[in-house]
Nanobody
Framework: VQLVESGGGSVQTGGSLRLTCTASRYTYDDNCMAWFRQTPGKKREGVASIYSGGGGQYYADSVKGRFTISVDNAKTTAYLQMTSLKPEDSAMYFC?????????????????WGQGTQVTVS
């Protein structure tokens, strides 16, 4: 499975962005899609995850109430709607796919990754 992110960019504090993650195909083995972010010198941080069937959604405390993760009906595209953006949200954002969202905050749980898209909030 190949994942391609898009939608990053530069935005002012309080602004919004929507990130898109497109998977080359859907597999029943990869039921969880997630977004992570990383800044230089820091470990990759789980931001949000969702079951491809549209079930449970999970969020890091730092983004609850501001970010929304969703997936399309074809189960091949995940979105991350980001609102009320803060400078501390600035990072490279990565899309990931894995079998389960059970330990979704752990990058090691995901076998497929995109190349990332940069988000800068100033």
């Amino acid at each position: 499975v190949q994942l391609v992110e898009s939608g990053g960019g530069s935005v002012q504090t309080g602004g919004s962005l929507r990130l898109t993650c497109t998977a080359s195909r859907y597999t029943y083995d990869d039921n969880c899609m997630a977004w992570f972010r990383q800044t230089p010198g820091k470990k990759r941080e789980g931001v949000a995850s969702i079951y491809s069937g549209g079930g449970g959604q999970y969020y890091a405390d730092s983004v609850k109430g501001r970010f929304t993760i969703s997936v399309d009906n074809a189960k091949t595209t995940a979105y991350l709607q980001m609102t009320s953006l803060k400078p501390e949200d600035s990072a490279m954002y990565f899309c990931a796919a894995g079998q389960t969202c059970g330990n979704w905050w752990k990058a090691s749980e995901f076998g497929y990754w995109g190349q990332g898209t940069q988000v800068t909030v100033s």
